[in-house]
């Protein structure tokens, strides 16, 4: 976030030449409305004497925004500005932006009719549309280069779309905890856990849901539990470093049966520290082992990790780190994600969700009680990447919880 020093306002220079046009705008604004915006000339003047209309009013335009940039063209440095981009239905290029900074600089005392023409001819000049939902004329959008804006189609990652497809998607290809989308949704700052449910409609789940996760596990039921069944092979892998934790994508042919249900091994991915807790400890790190059974209901299995021995498997893993973000690069070799598992393989199970966004609920976790162990060597390699990427602890609200005794 830009904040200004300056004492006084920082359009303030501005306010000579406003003066002066000011004193055209009328004059200016008839004129454009008579000859009905046509040509390159008129439609110049009348973005200077809409610009140096902003200066006069922008104090008004901006008061609910404390803090400023300097001059004009970086008005978009205001704070939030990324967290209003997403929450919008469309993105606002910049164009939008002094469309908009006109509409606000409009004098209240001008007719409302030919202002909307203005208006309208302004926004045809300046290939603004109304935005979309909206039901005043008053919010023109610019289809623009933004690159947040949804109407651009996104080139499809260059991941495996199917791995790192949205969270919770009901394509029983496209499962991922942790999407590489246009949300910027983080771990701190803005778009941190507070606001995940503001970005997006669709993440709405992250802020009303009553099931979330992680929790702090403590006071489950002990009951014999059926073992997991692992039916984990070696195989090919690729990784991909999604700008929220490094994941590794599998092949198809792994799986659990849980329930007398079968769930397909799809990806995995980290953690540091652990989100879960267990009696209110965190751990160095977690891997959580994500699959998805036919129907596409979500199956996660935790396995806590704690500094010791190196682990082989994160050691294959952390070998075959990518270079670039956002780009599921296959690794040489294969991979025995079994050997990620621990000896005593007893768990805590309750229902919860994803815990990053769209935070989706219905998934069946599985937290197993014996960490594994990983090096202090290991763990600085994830902590240079990624020093804290847990989803703050969410409230158990009454929900059972079942161990094996
Ligand atoms: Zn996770």
Redesign the pocket.
């Given at each position: 976030m830009y904040r200004p020093i300056f004492p006084r306002h920082p359009l303030a220079f501005l306010s000579p030449i406003s003066r002066t046009a000011g004193n055209c705008r009328h004059a200016l604004q008839r004129l454009a409305a008579r000859m009905g915006v046509t040509g390159l000339f008129p439609v110049s003047l009348l973005a200077i004497g809409a610009l140096a209309a902003l200066a006069m009013v922008a104090p008004d335009a901006r008061a609910n925004e404390p803090a400023s940039a300097p001059a004009p063209k970086e008005a978009k440095a205001e704070p939030k500005a990324e967290t209003r981009t997403e929450a919008r239905p469309a993105a606002t290029a910049q164009k939008g932006e002094k469309a908009e900074k006109a509409e606000k600089a409009e004098p209240a005392d001008a007719p409302p009719e030919a202002m909307d023409r203005l208006r309208e001819k302004l926004a045809q000049r300046l290939g603004a549309v109304r935005a979309p939902g909206s039901k005043s004329p008053n919010d023109l959008q610019v289809a623009g280069k933004n690159p947040e804006a949804p109407q651009v189609p996104r080139p499809a990652a260059k991941a495996k779309p199917a791995r790192a497809g949205a969270d919770g998607a009901l394509d029983p290809h496209a499962v991922a905890?942790?999407p590489a989308g246009p949300a910027h949704w983080a771990y701190n700052g803005a778009g941190g856990p507070d606001t995940w449910a503001s970005l997006k409609p669709e993440f709405a789940a992250c802020g009303t849901g009553q099931r979330q996760s992680p929790i702090d596990i403590r006071d489950g039921i002990q009951v014999q539990m059926p073992a997991i069944q692992f039916d984990y092979k070696p195989s090919g892998f690729s990784v991909i470093d999604n700008g929220h934790?490094v994941q590794v994508n599998l092949p198809a042919g792994s799986g659990i049966t849980v329930n007398n249900r079968r769930y397909d091994l799809l990806q995995f991915?980290f953690?540091r520290p652990s989100?879960e807790r267990i009696n209110g400890k965190p751990f160095d790190m977690?891997v959580?082992l994500?699959h998805k059974d036919p129907e596409g209901k979500l199956a996660?299995v935790a396995v806590l990790l704690e500094r010791g021995s190196a682990q082989p498997v994160v050691q294959a893993v952390w070998n075959a780190l990518p270079l670039e973000k956002n780009e599921d690069t296959p690794a040489p070799g294969s991979l025995d994600v079994s050997q990620l598992l621990p000896k005593d393989q007893r768990f805590y199970t309750y229902m919860g969700s994803l815990?990053?966004p769209p935070c989706s609920e219905g998934v069946l976790w599985m937290v197993m009680k014996q960490p594994v162990q990983l090096s202090v060597d290991q763990l600085n390699i994830f902590s240079r990447m990624y020093p804290m990427n847990a989803r703050p602890i969410q409230p158990s609200a009454g929900r059972m919880i079942k161990e094996s005794s």
């Open positions: 905890l942790h934790t991915h953690h989100e977690v959580h994500v996660v815990t990053t």
